[in-house]
């Protein structure tokens, strides 16, 4: 018998179909279901080394296999435990990357757990978290100018989570705006007398967009984009790196005096002047957190009076602030009870 044959080779790949196409014409052939039986056992061995090696996928074909030739073999209710227990361990894995600031680690990570779990929702929830954060990654790269890098961190949310789009559009956007931005900027190699004028006059608009508090809008004539023009001419400019320190320092005073007067929607604009221009300052990371909170305070309040679109806009901000803030995917739980629209 052919499927002897391949068992006492040791391949239960080529035994098994061997194995149900006998048992399909003689179910009750005994030395068929033993045959069966040892090449399923011999099929799950592999399935304990692959879950040491993280490779979750093949780990779970292997189970599906096994499992449409016997759903009742004895070894499987505590294979199938150990591998959804490593899909876990992953997917809280996943979540500590995008917590620490590693959204394309985390997103690595959650394409392989997709393969391996298709259909698990906690692998989605992450996905869409971790596009959004991506989607946000991009954006700051791109207000750096580097390009190839937020074009990447861009494809890579694109790939992992589809409902993120929105997000990842604006994203785009912002990246095509800083383009142009260089393409109009980009500085010659030696000063001449024109570039010198104008970084004079970059100058003088964004110390006018400052009076009038214009941080990052309208585009082309806010303090962020004269200054990003002032930096493109001449980076190392002692007046431009003063520039740099004074919008640092009014956004940040910005954002705190916001908050203490509960005006949202200024203190966004302050956060986002303060982003596009210093990505890594330690201390935006602290101010994002607090604005995020604020924001699901304010939903809260929404929600709690009825109004689902007021707190559906308040969860979007947050989450696009702090995809990982606390107590955000409790309120978005409620939000959706009370509105299934908004899932």
Request: proline share 6%.
């Amino acid at each position: 018998m052919r499927a002897a044959a391949a068992l006492a080779a040791g391949d239960a790949d080529a035994a098994l179909p061997l194995y149900a196409q006998w048992l399909a014409v003689a179910p009750d052939d005994s030395a068929a279901l033993e045959g069966r039986e040892d090449a399923l056992s011999l099929l799950l061995e592999r399935v304990p080394t692959a879950l040491h090696e993280g490779d979750l996928a093949a780990a779970a074909r292997w189970l599906e296999q096994a499992r449409r030739q016997d759903p009742g073999h004895v070894d499987l209710p505590g294979l199938h435990a150990a591998w959804a227990q490593a899909v876990a361990s992953d997917v809280r894995r996943a979540e500590d990357l995008l917590r620490r600031g590693r959204p394309e680690r985390a997103a690595a990570l959650l394409v392989a757990l997709r393969e391996a779990a298709p259909d698990d929702p906690a692998i989605h929830q992450a996905a869409e978290r971790t596009a959004r954060a991506l989607a946000a990654h991009s954006r700051r790269l791109a207000s750096d100018f580097r390009f190839d890098q937020s074009d990447a961190a861009l494809e890579a949310a694109r790939s992992l989570a589809p409902s993120a789009q929105a997000e990842v559009a604006r994203a785009a956007m912002d990246l095509e705006r800083a383009r142009q931005a260089a393409a109009r900027l980009h500085p010659p190699a030696r000063a001449t007398p024109a570039m010198k004028a104008s970084l004079q006059r970059a100058l003088a608009g964004f110390e006018e967009a400052m009076r009038r508090g214009d941080w990052i809008e309208p585009p082309g004539g806010s303090a962020y984009d004269r200054l990003r023009a002032a930096q493109a001419m001449a980076p190392q400019d002692p007046a431009v790196r003063a520039a740099v320190g004074r919008m640092l320092r009014a956004a940040s005073a910005c954002v705190d005096d916001a908050l203490r007067d509960n005006r949202l929607r200024a203190a966004q604009d302050c956060h986002d002047a303060w982003q596009v221009l210093a990505p890594a300052d330690p201390a935006l990371a602290q101010a994002r957190q607090r604005l995020a909170q604020r924001w699901l305070a304010v939903g809260d309040e929404r929600l709690r009076a009825g109004e689902v679109g007021a707190a559906a806009g308040a969860l979007e901000a947050a989450r696009r602030l702090d995809p990982s803030a606390t107590g955000l995917e409790d309120f978005a739980a409620r939000l959706a009870r009370a509105d299934p629209a908004t899932r």
